[in-house]
């Protein structure tokens, strides 16, 4: 087999995976604090998708100039989402070591989401109307390099560099991590739990807005666009480990190299059979991911 | 006969040494109490005899059998019980169904589990409020739902966490009572407890743990006495509690 | 007529005149709207064994629909086996199945269960989707699996077909009374108490000698299994499959979302939520799919998020609070007589 193929799939694989990663990178984080695993993120990237395709379309803004208005729109829509509906389950099942309702609202958001989408955009399949990025690719010998996933790889690293020095640095994001921690601690540090958590889940929905807007410049728009997502980010975040960025960043990597790379050596439909049976596979061998921590797990 | 020996016993987390090459036993039929300061290992040292962790190095011994590492539900089935500091009733379930859950160890019949759920409570004097929620109960009470229901695995050896903490003067004396009519009826226990005058009244032996070493073992009475318990513990608590 | 007397008269009688029914409605298309509703208050039913009594959160059991109905489809079609002995083999299959995933994930906390669920029904889905052949099996990709009816209309208890529309709905409402039943011993029984504890509290449970993880593995098991058994009826009556209809997220949001409004771990709660919710979705589907695609499924997630938030343990309790007040009046009057 020709060696330039096969550099070619894992280049596109690294790049693609990272961007899968980015996905996965916003559920990750609002587990890692809250806990709970959000099923609505699909839903949460889908409307990342639109609000990035509108904005795009409304203002011919360059997609990753309107960040600055995907990025505060959809932050404040999570917040506005954990302190609506999820907090008050947290507050009545203060008790519970994993309320299971939060689970179920969360899937219930899901549904009245993508279903929402399709009874106001309809079920077409939209391409970014004026798109600068589309179609374009770097050459370098006989290698090709799609530009839009090079720059979303980009904004991958950027974004979990930017959330790690936030967590690392900043007072805000100490809170996070204390609350992460140990519930109690963030009250200790003079932020309340319940702002911690709306928080969290603000910035993995802003998170998923950036995947969104990163998306759609080679992704088409539709109502149900989520779910694949959705479901290899579960699988990505239990290779990586529950609540690690890096581990969901390696996660996305090596499922996006199995996808491009494997088709050189079984029919492309198998990949994501090999996909979900290494997921299998790791919560056979070791449940906790490759960067999670053990306990409790 | 010894019914629990355990044998230097290390329990490690990580860097952390929360129980330190900890032995003790319990002759059948005694009342060993287990004390030391906050965080001396105490709740530890119950878990791994109560199967919840798997202790580091050691060996723990029940019933002439050893058992280090064997799981709670496993441990139920030889004879050895425990209660929980937090305590944890099934909360949508009524007094009896959480005591029945309990008695469910010794027989895969309802009635008989229903039966012999019946006279643990008849046994605690809770058989009227068979019908509450657990939610409805005075801590004391739930406290009691917790001895109950570890009563109705029919255990050779009961481990009581701290079963009295939170508990009026006249309340702790109940239990006091409850625990001294279990040991008439031949029953060994073993009991963490922070209040002293129960403690005291009730242990035919005390071990005492500080920073997860055995420091002192013996009488209430010598204990009590023992220089070094006294400066690690007693010295602060003895008077007050 | 005491408390106990009326509940259990009132049971009777909603069997009976269940059973009675096709003697009033003759009409074909009603009796399909009420023999698909007891399809899903079936597997309700059968979901609410491991999602209602164990605590647990399964996102994907239209796999085990899928793998009934195609098991048996496929023993039909390629070497003549019952369908009858095929709804067995389906229901073992899937009990294999719901072994595998159930094994390595309930140990763990909640959301690896419903992850893997989730996972799987999209896992085995792309596969079907993908492979005509499965070893010598023919599952025939996205086009699915024809079940040719019977030259002439014939009528053939072994073929698992009949001319009419009554013999499915006694079948299944046949299957759904017995399902209910066992529940209702399973409640009872050690088995339904282990569940319920190990549920709420595992470590307390496993301090009173319940091996969590694995009482919850064997009502998975047994879930799966029943669960396989309405995927061979639901080939047999619409005697067409495809992947899409029944290895879907759709089916298994909406069993999980049903059993959920209606009641986690009551045994009328699958029964209830299917009777309040079916009707609601199912009009909504026929007279807005065209129209307002999707309307169904955003009332099912409103409902549900609303029932989460204010009664978070489902319709049925309010309903059965309503229903006892009633039968503690007859109590109270039949007290009344005695003196």
Redesign the interface.
């Known amino acids: 087999m020709d060696l330039v193929f096969i550099a070619q799939d894992c280049i596109n694989g690294v790049l693609m995976g990272l961007i899968y990663g980015l996905v996965a990178l916003g559920l990750t984080l609002i587990f890692g604090v809250l806990k709970v695993i959000n099923f609505a993120h699909g839903s949460f990237l889908m409307v990342g998708m639109y609000v990035a395709y509108w904005a795009v379309t409304l203002s011919g803004l360059h997609p990753y100039l309107a960040l600055v208005i995907i990025v505060p729109a959809m932050f404040l829509f999570g917040y506005w989402i954990q302190n609506l509906l999820i907090r008050p389950i947290f507050i009545a099942e203060k008790n519970v070591r994993e309320p299971i309702t939060v689970i179920i609202v969360t899937t219930g958001l899901w549904y009245v989401l993508d279903n929402l989408a399709l009874l106001v955009f309809g079920p077409d399949y939209r391409a970014l109307a004026p798109n600068p990025l589309k179609g374009q690719m770097l050459e370098f010998g006989e290698i090709f390099i799609s530009v839009p996933k090079l720059y979303g790889a980009i904004a991958t690293l950027a974004t979990a560099g930017g959330l790690y020095l936030f967590l690392q640095r900043t007072r805000l994001g100490r809170a996070v991590r204390a609350t992460s921690l140990d519930r109690e601690a963030a009250s200790l540090m003079g932020i309340g739990q319940w702002k911690i958590f709306n928080i969290a889940f603000g910035i993995g929905t802003a998170v998923a807005g950036i995947s969104g807007a990163v998306l759609t410049p080679f992704y088409n728009v539709y109502p149900t666009v989520g779910i694949p997502f959705d479901i290899k980010s579960f699988v990505i975040v239990v290779l990586g480990g529950l609540g690690s960025i890096w581990g969901a960043l390696v996660g996305g990597v090596i499922v996006g190299l199995i996808e491009s790379v494997g088709p050189n050596f079984m029919a492309s439909t198998w990949t994501e059979g090999i996909v979900y049976a290494l997921f299998l596979l790791v919560l056979f061998v070791k449940p906790s991911g490759l960067f999670g921590q053990k306990q409790d797990w | 006969m010894n019914l629990l020996e355990v044998q230097d016993v290390t329990m490690r987390f990580g860097g952390l040494i929360a129980v330190n090459d900890l032995s003790l036993n319990i002759g059948k039929g005694q009342i060993l109490g287990l004390i030391g300061p906050n965080g001396a290992g105490k709740s530890t040292a119950f878990n791994c005899v109560?199967g919840?962790y798997n202790p580091t190095a050691g060996k723990i011994i029940f019933d002439g059998e050893d058992v280090t590492g064997q799981?709670?539900?496993d441990l139920?089935?030889k004879g050895l019980?425990?209660t929980?500091q937090i305590v944890?009733?099934?909360?949508?379930?009524t007094v009896l169904?959480?005591v029945?859950?309990?008695a469910?160890?010794i027989t895969?019949r309802?009635d008989l589990?229903r039966k012999k759920a019946m006279e643990v409570l008849e046994l605690l004097d809770m058989a009227d409020k068979r019908n509450a929620l657990p939610g409805a109960l005075t801590i004391a009470d739930r406290k009691r739902l917790e001895i109950a229901?570890?009563l109705?695995?029919d255990p050779k050896l009961l481990l009581l966490d701290e079963v009295m903490a939170g508990l009026r003067p006249t309340e702790v004396d109940d239990v006091i009572e409850i625990i001294r009519k279990l040991r008439d009826r031949g029953m060994t226990i073993f009991v963490i407890e922070h209040i002293m005058r129960a403690i005291m009244a009730l242990s035919d032996e005390i071990v005492v743990i500080h920073f997860g070493k055995k420091i002192c073992r013996g009488k209430p009475e010598q204990v009590a006495q023992d220089e070094n318990v006294i400066k690690a513990y007693l010295g602060e608590n003895y008077g007050t509690a | 007529m005491t408390q106990q007397n009326f509940k259990r008269n009132c049971l009777i009688a909603a069997t009976l005149a269940a059973f009675a029914l096709p003697l009033v409605v003759r009409s074909a298309t009603y009796l399909h709207i009420l023999i698909i509703l007891y399809l899903y208050a079936y597997m309700t039913t059968t979901w609410n064994l491991v999602g209602g009594f164990a605590g647990v959160l399964p996102l994907g059991h239209a796999v085990f629909v899928g793998i009934g109905a195609y098991t048996s489809t496929v023993l039909w079609l390629q070497y003549g086996v019952t369908p009858w002995i095929g709804m067995l083999a389906g229901g073992v299959l899937a009990g294999a199945v719901g072994f595998l995933i159930g094994k390595p994930t309930l140990k763990m906390r909640g959301a690896y269960f419903a992850l893997s669920t989730m996972a799987f029904v999209e896992g085995i889905r792309v596969m079907v989707e993908n492979i005509d052949m499965l070893g010598p099996f023919n599952l025939n990709g996205p086009r699915g699996l024809n079940i040719p009816p019977l030259a002439h209309g014939e009528v053939n208890f072994w073929a698992f077909q009949f001319a009419t529309k009554e013999p499915y709905y006694y079948i299944i409402l046949t299957m759904l009374v017995g399902v209910l039943f066992l529940t209702w011993a399973i409640s009872?029984?050690?088995m339904g108490?282990?569940l319920?504890?190990g549920g709420?509290?595992p470590?307390?449970?496993?301090?009173?000698?319940?091996?969590?993880a694995r009482y919850k593995v064997m009502a998975m098991v047994l879930s799966s299994f029943l669960t396989a058994m309405a995927g061979t009826f639901l080939a047999q009556l619409t005697l067409f499959i495809y992947p899409k209809s029944v290895l879907t997220l759709d089916l298994s949001f909406e069993l999980a979302f049903i059993a959920l409004i209606g009641g986690r771990?009551s045994i009328a709660g699958p029964i209830i939520g299917a009777l309040l919710l079916r009707p609601v979705t199912e009009f909504s589907r026929i007279y807005f799919s065209s129209t307002l695609p999707g309307l169904h499924l955003i009332i099912l997630g409103v409902v549900l998020i609303v029932v989460m938030l204010f009664q978070p343990?489902g319709l049925t309790e309010p309903l059965t609070n309503f229903f006892n007040s009633i039968a503690r009046r007859f109590d109270a009057s039949a007290r009344e007589e005695r003196k």
Do not use: H, I
């Open positions: 109560a919840l799981k709670p539900w139920c089935k019980a425990r929980f944890k009733p099934f909360a949508s379930m169904d959480n029945t859950v309990g469910f160890a895969d309802r589990a229901r570890a109705a695995t | 009872r029984s050690k108490f282990y319920k504890g709420e509290e470590d307390a449970a496993q301090a009173l000698g319940v091996n969590v771990g343990r």
